[in-house]
């Protein structure tokens, strides 16, 4: 018996039956108000139709223009050997690196990737480029990210510079408290006090500084000259030299001769002050200690005065005394640091030098440079924020700075380039301005060639190789 032929009717509604049955499991409701499935279906639908249009469009351009077109591209990369092109003029020449790239084509942009048959056709030229200049250029940190603290560690042997901010798990020294240090490998003359941000010659020696600042038995902690150099000098610290002590100071002291030192009560404590010729000077307890130990005094403990009386006696500052430490820190340390803060360039020192068990970063972080020499004077090893670079105007160590240093480029690697003027920052992606940083410790980077058109333009058939890796 044949089969009845099904009619487009009944087609159609079979079909609303299945859809209304799906319906209805998959939403709980066989009412179909709406049909969410079907529009699903057919966004589904369109969508892969497009995706073999926008395929069919890759293909059709892959085979027409299999290399892309170079138009007026100043910097190209091949994309299959990472080799670098700049265009100079109307011709295509192989660049060393990024960095020279962008200052021969006075552009900060980034190479456009091309096949090797891209070039087939192109006039090509000479080698360019600055040998050993930047391979990328990171973005320079702002001032408020940056900062630059150099650290001594020492167990093992290292020296540190941290380039940005740090979460520092050292301690500052209280101030007027120190710390007594000396230079790795230059023996027991060079020996300085550390406070407030500045170091002070000490002279073991010397009986009455050893037992005016209680350092018998103190043993220095040992530091790179590096460190040392990165905070700024005071004088030494030795008692002063008074001008003809012994004689007669003035009338309202009555016989209290040049060089006593006296005591004034107050309501908050005593004071110290030395008697001078043509008057008196206020002093540290250290200072009065200082003096006490070389010059003669009266008696045993410092005389008393009455403040009434002091204050009838000019007061003079004839004496460089103004930068001695309170106290000496007792114990060891395993770092020494000290910070330089780009931020502070007003201040009287902008260096703080702090100390704790260990570095204020991952000990793991940061690249060994290969000028490392554990306990000799070079930076081991350089730790900036991942993917950063650092583009800075060298200043004192001290002060409030200026325009007049020269301007530089380090790299996430710790290589330092100079860079020639403004215009050659910006053609490197470096936007300005440029943030101070402490000549001190920039000058004990390693030095990478200086970033200038000029340089870049030289053309080259060859490189010589400097040594091979050990």
């Known amino acids: 018996m044949a089969r009845r032929p099904a009619t487009r009717l009944q087609l159609g509604g079979h079909r609303f039956l299945l859809r209304r049955t799906q319906h209805a499991l998959v939403r709980g409701d066989a009412r179909m108000i709406d049909d969410p499935l079907r529009a699903q279906a057919i966004s589904m639908t369109t969508g892969a139709v497009l995706a073999v249009v926008v395929f069919a469009v890759c293909a059709a351009t892959a085979m027409l223009r299999p290399g892309g077109d170079l138009d007026e591209t100043p910097i190209v990369m091949v994309h299959d050997t990472g080799a670098l092109y700049v265009r100079i003029a109307d011709t295509m020449h192989p660049v060393l690196n990024l960095a020279s790239a962008r200052l021969l084509a006075a552009t900060p942009a980034n190479p456009r990737p091309v096949s090797a048959r891209a070039l087939a056709g192109a006039k090509r030229g000479p080698l360019v480029g600055i040998p050993g200049a930047p391979t990328q250029i990171d973005p320079p940190l702002g001032i408020d990210e940056s900062g630059w603290t150099l650290c001594d560690v020492a167990d093992p042997p290292e020296t540190v510079l941290i380039v940005g901010r740090t979460t520092s798990d050292t301690v500052g020294l209280p101030g007027g408290q120190a710390v007594l240090v000396a230079p790795r490998g230059e023996g027991p003359a060079a020996t300085y006090l550390v406070f407030d941000g500045w170091r002070a010659a000490v002279d073991l020696r010397d009986v009455s500084v050893v037992r005016a600042l209680h350092l018998e038995g103190v043993a220095p902690l040992m530091v790179s000259r590096s460190l040392l150099d990165s905070v700024p000098e005071a004088p030494g610290i030795a008692a002063p030299q008074i001008t003809d002590a012994g004689a007669p100071g003035p009338p309202a002291l009555g016989d209290l001769g040049v060089g006593t030192v006296v005591r004034v009560e107050r309501a908050a404590g005593h004071e110290f002050y030395v008697v001078l ?194």
């Open 277 to 470: 010729s043509d008057g008196v000077q206020r002093i540290d307890p250290v200072v009065a200690d200082l003096i006490r130990f070389t010059v003669a005094q009266p008696g045993g403990q410092p005389p008393v005065v009455a403040a009434d009386v002091i204050a009838t006696v000019p007061f003079v500052e004839a004496l460089p005394v103004r930068r001695f430490p309170d106290r000496v820190a007792q114990g060891t340390a395993e770092t020494v640091c000290a910070g330089w803060d780009p931020r502070q360039q007003n201040s009287d020192t902008n260096t703080t030098v702090s100390v704790g068990s260990s570095l204020p970063v991952p000990a793991s972080d940061g690249v060994v440079l290969a000028q490392s020499d554990a306990e000799g004077p070079n930076i081991d090893r350089v730790i900036t924020p991942a993917g950063r670079g650092a583009l800075v105007r060298s200043t004192a160590v001290v002060g409030t700075g200026g325009t007049a240093g020269s301007v530089f480029y380090l790299n996430d690697r710790g290589v330092l380039f100079g860079v020639h003027d403004e215009r050659a920052a910006e053609h490197l992606g470096l936007p300005g301005p440029a943030v101070s940083a402490p000549w001190s410790m920039l000058a004990v980077l390693p030095r990478g060639p200086e970033l200038s058109r000029d340089a870049a333009s030289v053309v080259r058939d060859g490189l010589t190789v400097a040594r091979a890796i050990p």
